[in-house]
C-alpha cells in the first residue's frame, strides 16, 4: 500500500527566502507526482505534475523534482511571498490503482513581512 | 482548460436528513470523475471514483452514494445523515492524456 508523507507538517519563513518542501512516497511504481496548493475553506489548485519519465518541471517560481529510485519529490519556492501561504500537498498516482491518487498530509507554510 | 462546478458551496443540514452534492465538469469530455472528503485536520480521503456515465466504484464503506448520470456530471448523495458525515467534500477530474487531477471550490457540509 502506497505511502505520502511530507515533512515538516508546518513552517514559518520571512519574505525573500527560498524553500524547499519534501514528500517521500514508499512505493516507486508511480505514474506521476502532483503538487498542489490549498488555502483555508478552498478547493485544491495544481501546482506543478511530472510523470514518471520526468526529472522535474517549473512554473514561474516554482520547481518541483522527482526521484522515483528514492521515494522523493522536492517542492523548491523561490523569493517566497507572502502571498505563498498556503497548505502545500503532494500526491502520487501508483501505477495499476484504476485512477487512484494517494495523497500527503500536506505542509502548512506562512510566509511572513 | 477544465473548470468544476460545485453546489451548494455551504450546507448545514440536521442528522437523519437527506443529502445531494452536485459537480458538474466543463472544457472535458469522457473525463474520470472523483469525490473526496476532507475532515477538518485530516488528509483527503477517497470516496468514490467514475471513470464513465453510470460506473461508479466505492472505496469507503459508509451511508453515501454517488451517481453519473450524464458524462459530465456527479452526485453525491446520502438518505440519512450522520454527524460524522460533516467535513469539506471536492469533486475532482482528471485530464485524460495526462492524468493531471482538477478540484473544484468544494462543498462544506455541516451536520448538526
Known amino acids: 500500500k502506497q505511502e505520502v508523507t511530507q515533512i515538516p507538517a508546518a513552517l514559518s519563513v520571512p519574505e525573500g527566502e527560498n524553500l524547499v518542501l519534501n514528500c517521500s512516497f514508499t512505493?516507486?511504481?508511480?505514474?506521476?507526482l502532483q503538487w498542489f496548493r490549498q488555502d483555508p475553506g478552498k478547493g485544491l489548485t495544481s501546482l506543478l505534475l511530472?510523470?514518471?519519465?520526468?526529472r522535474e518541471q517549473t512554473s514561474g517560481r516554482l520547481n518541483a523534482s522527482l526521484d522515483k529510485s528514492s521515494g522523493r519529490s522536492t517542492l523548491y519556492i523561490a523569493a517566497s511571498q507572502p502571498g505563498d501561504s498556503a497548505t502545500y500537498l503532494c500526491a502520487v498516482w501508483n501505477t495499476g490503482t484504476a485512477s487512484k491518487l494517494t495523497f500527503g498530509t500536506g505542509t502548512r507554510l506562512q510566509v511572513t513581512l | 482548460s477544465q473548470t468544476i462546478h460545485q453546489w451548494p458551496a455551504t450546507l448545514v443540514q440536521p442528522v437523519g436528513s437527506p443529502l445531494s452534492l452536485e459537480c458538474t465538469v466543463e472544457g472535458t469530455s469522457n473525463p474520470n470523475l472523483y469525490w473526496y472528503r476532507q475532515a477538518a485536520g485530516r488528509g483527503l480521503q477517497l470516496l468514490f471514483y467514475?471513470?464513465?456515465?453510470?460506473?461508479i466504484s466505492s472505496e469507503v464503506p459508509q451511508n453515501l452514494s454517488a451517481s453519473r448520470p450524464q458524462d459530465r456530471q456527479f452526485i453525491l448523495s446520502s438518505k440519512k445523515l450522520l454527524l460524522s458525515d460533516s467535513g469539506f467534500y471536492l469533486c475532482?477530474?482528471?485530464?485524460?492524456?495526462?492524468?493531471?487531477?482538477?478540484f473544484g471550490e468544494g462543498s462544506r457540509l455541516t451536520v448538526l
Open positions: 475532482a477530474s482528471t485530464k485524460a492524456n495526462t492524468g493531471e487531477l482538477f
Open positions: 511530472i510523470q514518471s519519465s520526468q
Open positions: 467514475s471513470v464513465g456515465i453510470g460506473q
Open positions: 512505493d516507486s511504481a508511480i505514474y506521476n
